[in-house]
């Protein structure tokens, strides 16, 4: 059986060219269309059936890791240029109108 050489390059400029993922403008990270998602819904779908037998359980998780687990698994070790970062915001309306003044005063270049 004759084997060719994968080109990940080529790979992603293909499915780029063939509209299967949109570029976002950060490495490694990209929009998919529809045809991608059903590709991977049914791969999703092969892959419950195959182990229905194994009784493993499905669990979904949000598209956040907690940073504890990145510096455990050493991730910024191997893909840095993947990592961004989610700020949540508990205060009241008082300390939300407070930040929103100092984000704004900051974007103009006051101190």
Not at 55 to 72: D, I, S, Y
């Amino acid at each position: 059986m004759a084997t060719t050489a994968y080109e990940p390059k080529a790979f992603h400029d293909a499915m780029v060219e063939h509209g299967l993922i949109i570029p976002v403008g950060v490495l490694g990270a990209f929009g998919r269309n529809h045809v991608f998602e059903d590709v991977l819904e049914r791969l999703n779908q092969l892959i419950t059936r195959v182990g229905v037998g194994d009784q493993a359980e499905e669990v979904m998780f949000p598209p956040v890791v907690n940073r504890k687990v990145l510096e455990k698994v050493e991730y910024m070790d191997s893909f840095p240029q993947l990592v961004g970062t989610v700020h949540s915001f508990f205060g009241k309306d008082k300390q939300a109108r407070e930040l929103s003044a100092k984000i704004h005063a900051n974007s103009r270049g006051a101190t």
